[in-house]
């Protein structure tokens, strides 16, 4: 078993080069880090038992695959906490985000499809079909100004 470690800049300066390049080459990050390859693999393995690192993954264009239309549904549930619910939810293809919200709505999805056909057949035949779901709102994004999975990792101090 590891044993749990402060994060210290170099930790976080590997994270950064990751996070822009997840398939940058060992011997590369070691060389903008300043350290040799050995140590900034281990450091690697470090992070990634720990859970700091939770996986690598490759970022697709949507557009090549016929998913131009993104967006939003808020989900009003009769249950706040519903497991059943939620894993219903996941089966549905073009979801690609779930998140348990505070407020009116119990949930966010954000959904990928091809059209507004698409988008309406999913709410009407798959999401309100579901026990638990009392309403739907659905916001249609018209474009992306912003879209990330990077984590800040230098956050503004608060005064």
Not at 113 to 126: P, Q
Not at 132 to 156: A, D
Request: charge should be negative; proline fraction near 3%.
């Amino acid at each position: 078993m590891d044993i749990k470690r402060t994060i210290d800049e170099t930790d976080l300066q590997i994270l950064e080069i990751l996070q822009v390049k997840a398939r940058i080459p060992n011997a590369e990050i070691a060389r903008q880090v300043g350290m040799a390859p050995s140590a900034v693999l281990e450091r690697i393995r470090k992070l990634e038992n720990q859970g700091i690192i939770s996986g690598y993954e490759v970022r697709l264009n949507p557009e090549h695959f016929g998913q131009k239309l993104s967006a939003f549904v808020f989900i009003e549930a009769n249950c706040a906490s519903n497991d059943t619910l939620a894993d219903r939810l996941a089966d549905i293809s073009g979801v690609q985000e779930i998140h348990q919200v505070a407020g009116e709505d119990g949930y966010l999805l954000k959904l990928r499809v091809a059209d507004t056909e698409t988008l309406g057949r999913i709410l009407r035949n798959e999401i309100a079909t579901i026990e638990g779901v009392r309403t739907t709102r659905t916001q249609i994004v018209l474009s992306s100004l912003k879209e990330t999975r990077r984590v800040n990792l230098n956050p503004p101090a608060h005064d």
